[in-house]
């Protein structure tokens, strides 16, 4: 998690670590200095999450016991870390992520167990101590839950919540989303298929259409059969439902994280992905419908491939009317780009 | 003077000192008033991943410390306050209409004394589709992954796998010579 935790604004590093918190404090030149290491109780640290849960105006952290499961909080004041100041017994959390879900201008937390499925929420109190019965849950498809993503999916200006249920392998794969209503509490879980094993998610407007988007990777281990992980788009309708998932294959296995970035400065939503099997990160760029070869721009280049997949009447890979075939209509669209008279596909 | 009953952990904090001042200068006739903050944003709307200046008002004008820039409740900044104002620069909102608010911590609690929101709108170019750009080897098994303006160049974002301290270097040679050029 990215975060500026000694306030000499540069952004630092939080890692969840076996010893506990690593911290890596950034030099603004994008080096960092010496990892400190921040004791957590006797036990190391799962995950992590970043929020001013005390309203100092401080990251502070909320973090996930490695050893008991419990969600554990950390203070950032006068002195950073100094250990626990509340602990609160959880399910595990294999997934952290804050918002505020009431309204109230207090730091919430949202995270999925690491044992069973579900995603779970705690309305703070605004003194980094979160009570027992601060904590409910919600339940979603299978058995195990490992992340979960904030965001407003349907434009209300209320947070909601989608959860990835890896547990899902090889049957019923889905995402969960989970409407908020304001107050604190979600509407039931509506699940949509997104590949197989659903491990990791992030949300974006990755179309430019104003609404949220969902970006889901698998954790299918290489010891499976070839192609079985894939990154999922679910483009957003805008009213809290999303359209059945396009598929990318993958080849480098496990793909355990995703976030967003605009990594080429074209105003597009790029993902980066880690892959854990292949030890690289992985970037996708997102481009213009009418860039068929992907470089970044629409040419004559293109103009060729397009007519090219008409000619071989490539069945809807690049069907930018939606018509469900490759024609001498997406063709039209692809010379229009090119001519700089904007993409109209669909 | 009888003091509110606080958890040893806040006595023990800067942040908890902080959190007395509103009770304690009233009572001593030396304080002005909690301050008071108000926001602005510039550009809105704005372009995903284009820089996005948040601006704070600080009432009095004389007030000291940094100002906490917040989406929704994540913290996205500090700026220091000059002369009545403190400003916080990012690259890296997310897309889709935010909910930006700010807090000077000085005189009272974020929960308790905010600006009002300002909903900044942030905007992606269409894409259509996404294709494979390059590919970092990263240290051993990259478990997590996180992005941030660790340069301070404001552009562009960075991804960076959050289990490795030792890869930075590595990948910011990796950086400059694959993304930028793509």
Same mark, same amino acid.
């Given at each position: ?62 973090? /996930? ?16 870390? &100094? ?11 294999? =997934? ?47 058995? $195990? ?13 209320? &947070? ?5 249920? &890896? ?32 491990? *990791? ?28 992980? /894939? ?25 355990? $994280? ?28 997102? !481009?213009?419908?009418?860039? #068929? ?34 024609? !001498? ?18 | ?5 606080? &958890? ?31 926001? $602005? +944003? ?10 996005? +200046? ?40 997310? +897309?889709?209409?935010?909910?930006? +608010? ?8 974020? $929960? ?18 996404? !294709? ?12 997590? #992954? ?11 974002? *960075?991804? =960076? ?13 990796? =950086? ?7």
């Amino acid at each position: 998690m990215v975060a500026d935790f000694n306030g000499d604004g540069k952004q630092d590093i939080a890692v969840a670590d076996n010893a506990g918190v690593e911290i890596l404090m950034g030099n603004g030149d994008g080096t960092f200095q010496a990892v400190q290491t921040f004791a957590v109780g006797t036990g190391g640290v799962l995950t992590l999450a970043v929020g001013d849960f005390n309203g100092f105006g401080d990251p502070d952290l909320v973090v /996930s016991s490695l050893t008991s499961g419990n969600v554990l909080m950390l203070d950032n004041g006068t002195q950073m870390f &100094p250990g626990i100041v509340s602990s609160l017994d959880a399910p595990g959390a294999s =997934w952290l992520a804050v918002g505020d879900f009431n309204g109230d201008g207090i730091t919430d937390i949202a995270l999925t167990p690491t044992k069973g499925n579900g995603v779970f929420v705690l309305l703070g109190s605004g003194n980094l101590v979160f009570p027992q019965n601060s904590m409910s849950g919600y339940p979603t498809p299978g058995s $195990s839950s490992s992340a979960v993503a904030i965001g407003d999916f349907n434009g209300d200006g209320i &947070p909601d919540l989608a959860v990835a249920n &890896p547990s899902n392998n090889f049957g019923s794969p889905k995402v969960s989303v989970l409407l908020g209503n304001g107050d604190g509490t979600f509407q039931p879980a509506v699940n949509y298929a997104a590949g197989n094993n659903p491990y *990791s998610i992030v949300f974006g407007d990755f179309d430019g259409d104003g609404y949220a988007d969902l970006a889901v990777t698998s954790d299918t281990d290489l010891a499976n059969p070839p192609g079985q992980n /894939s990154l999922n788009v679910l483009l957003g309708n805008g009213d809290g439902t999303f359209r059945p998932p396009v598929s990318y294959p993958v080849t480098t296995g496990a793909q355990t $994280s995703v976030a967003m970035g605009n990594f080429y400065g074209d105003g597009r939503v790029d993902l980066a992905i880690a892959n854990v099997d292949g030890n690289t990160v992985s970037i996708y760029l997102g !481009v213009s419908a009418c860039d #068929i070869d992907g470089d970044g721009a629409t040419n004559v280049a293109d103009v060729q491939l397009i007519v090219n997949e008409a000619l071989e009447a490539i069945p809807a890979v690049d069907d930018l009317n939606g018509d469900g075939s490759v024609t !001498v209509a997406d063709v039209q669209i692809v010379i229009d780009a090119a001519l700089g008279l904007g993409c109209a596909a669909k | 003077m009888n003091l509110p009953m606080l &958890p040893a952990w806040r006595l023990s904090s800067r942040s908890s000192l902080l959190a007395l001042l509103p009770i304690l200068l009233p009572r001593f006739g030396a304080a002005q008033a909690a301050s008071g903050v108000s926001l $602005s +944003t510039s550009p809105n709307p704005s372009v995903f991943g284009a820089p996005v +200046t948040l601006t704070a008002t600080v009432t009095p004008a004389s007030a000291v410390g940094n100002v906490t820039f917040f989406d929704g409740a994540t913290i996205l900044g500090t700026g220091v306050i000059h002369s009545g104002t403190a400003s916080f620069t990012t690259v890296l909102l997310p +897309t889709g209409k935010r909910r930006i +608010t700010a807090c000077d911590p000085s005189y009272s609690t974020c $929960s308790a004394a905010r600006s009002s929101p300002v909903v900044q709108t942030v905007t992606s170019v269409p894409a259509g589709r996404f !294709v494979p750009g390059p590919t970092l080897t990263a240290d051993s098994a990259p478990t997590s #992954i996180t992005v941030g303006d660790f340069n301070g160049a404001a552009f562009p974002t *960075s991804p =960076w796998p959050t289990n490795s301290a030792a890869m930075s270097a590595f990948f910011w040679e990796r =950086w400059a010579a694959g993304f930028n050029g793509r």
